[in-house]
């Protein structure tokens, strides 16, 4: 079953959508979905969000076991998690979240420009990247 893991993973990550399902006004599209060979059972996953003029993500949470890092391409994000004060980040900067962090702000900062930023996903196979409140 070892040796097929690796296998199984990357037959899953094949029937993901391109564009994973938003839950605000923002758009979500699948940059790449990669099994890691050293950590079986784990894939890497990265979604590039785009947030329109005073768009904003609702509440939520990420897969149980995904150590995610954000980094910031255009415009400026405002994001907090649970239990830290928000923050507002621009082009360059990142932050990251712990397996289990529950995301209650990720907005455009911005009435008036665009915003798009990358999320990375360190996670098991097979769940759900992103559940709203």
Same mark, same amino acid.
């Given at each position: $079953?070892?040796?097929?893991?690796p296998y /199984?993973? *990357?037959?899953? /990550?094949?029937?993901?959508?391109?564009?994973?399902?938003?839950?605000?006004?923002? !758009?979500?599209?699948?940059?790449?979905?990669?099994? /890691?060979? #050293?950590?079986?059972?784990?894939v890497i996953?990265?979604?590039?969000?785009? %947030?329109? =003029?005073?768009?904003?993500?609702?509440?939520?949470?990420?897969?149980?076991?995904?150590?995610?890092v954000a %980094?910031?391409? +255009?415009?400026?994000?405002? +994001?907090?998690?649970? &239990?830290?004060?928000?923050?507002?980040?621009?082009? @360059?900067?990142?932050?990251?979240? *712990?397996? @289990?962090?529950?995301?209650?702000?990720?907005? #455009?900062?911005?009435?008036?420009? =665009?915003?798009?930023? /990358?999320?990375?996903?360190? $996670?098991?196979? &097979?769940?759900?990247? !992103?559940?709203?409140?």
């Amino acid at each position: $079953m070892k040796r097929i893991a690796p296998y /199984l993973a *990357a037959a899953a /990550l094949a029937l993901l959508p391109a564009a994973v399902q938003a839950h605000g006004d923002e !758009t979500v599209a699948r940059a790449f979905a990669h099994p /890691l060979p #050293n950590l079986p059972g784990k894939v890497i996953t990265a979604a590039v969000v785009s %947030y329109p =003029p005073g768009g904003k993500s609702v509440a939520h949470r990420h897969a149980p076991s995904a150590f995610i890092v954000a %980094y910031v391409l +255009s415009g400026e994000i405002r +994001s907090q998690v649970e &239990g830290e004060p928000a923050k507002v980040y621009k082009p @360059g900067q990142s932050w990251h979240e *712990a397996p @289990g962090a529950h995301h209650v702000i990720s907005e #455009n900062a911005s009435k008036t420009k =665009p915003a798009k930023l /990358l999320a990375i996903f360190v $996670m098991t196979a &097979g769940e759900t990247l !992103t559940t709203p409140d």
